[in-house]
């Protein structure tokens, strides 16, 4: 009776290492794939919510600049700057006109309620001579 032998792939398989390194060599061929897909799936989802994140933003700034818009736009913002910027009243109105308190401050008794911005006067700066503008210029 001839004795067979098993061949080089036969020895292979029986052997138990070996087929364990060939069994984990394909789970890693696939795990490894996989876990790139996952981390890059991840990427791309946030970076997706982080532009819807921008989207918002811009979408809020733009509500806000429409709202504005729509203010500069109005009667009430003419009528605002009119009177503010240029003094005027309307017809059968009248303008009080109030004075801020002394030099201190407003006087003894007296809270100071608001300030109009068209009557208040910028402090006044002394003339500077030209060689101390130029000292200035060059040191300061």
Do not use: C
């Not at 017809?91 to 004075?99: D, L, Q, R, T």
């Amino acid at each position: 009776m001839p004795i067979k032998r098993k061949s080089k792939f036969g020895r292979i398989l029986s052997n138990q290492r070996a087929l364990s390194l060939i069994g984990l060599a394909i789970l890693l061929m696939i795990v490894i794939p996989a876990a790139r897909n996952y981390i890059h799936r991840r990427s791309v989802d946030q970076e997706i919510a982080d532009l819807q994140d921008q989207i918002k933003q811009a979408n809020d700034q733009n509500n806000n600049l429409n709202k504005l818009v729509d203010y500069l736009q109005s009667d009430q913002f003419v009528e605002e700057k009119a009177r503010l910027d240029f003094g005027l009243k309307k017809n059968g109105e009248n303008v009080a006109i109030v004075k801020t308190g002394t030099a201190s401050g407003t006087p003894d008794g007296v809270e100071k309620i608001f300030t109009l911005p068209a009557l208040e006067k910028p402090a006044l700066k002394k003339p500077v001579a030209n060689p101390e503008r130029w000292w200035n210029y060059f040191f300061h």
